[in-house]
Nanobody, 119 residues
């Protein structure tokens, strides 16, 4: 099993910044990538960004390119999401997830952290 704990959400004005963290523990060696997803009220959970543990390849959804940056600290098994130029439409619960190397699916999820951007 892999445990994920997010932190860093909060309330910010439009144009502001927030940094989310996700600390992984347990069988992290069984995972090959970490991702961030978000779910706005009344909507489905959507992919935001992902990074591979090895090589550091990154993948961003178009709406956050140029504003969000994902990074990783392999020594700490921690992934960060730096969010700049935040918009009200970025308001959502943000979830950290770990992708299983065996299944290729995001099998492990954090509890979520609320990000609210006021206009």
């Amino acid at each position: 099993q892999v445990q994920l704990v997010e932190s860093g959400g909060g309330l910010v004005q439009a144009g502001g910044s927030l940094r989310l963290s996700c600390a992984a523990s347990g069988r992290t060696f069984s995972t090959d990538a970490m991702g961030w997803f978000r779910q706005a009220p009344g909507k489905e959970r959507d992919f935001v960004v992902a990074v591979s543990w090895s090589g550091g390849s990154t993948y961003y959804t178009d709406s956050v390119k140029g504003r969000f940056t994902i990074s990783r600290d392999n020594a700490k098994n921690t992934v960060y999401l730096q969010m700049n130029s935040l918009k009200p439409e970025d308001t959502a619960v943000y979830y950290c997830a770990a992708r299983s190397e065996s299944s290729g699916e995001y099998d492990y999820w954090g509890q979520g952290t609320q990000v609210t951007v006021s206009s």
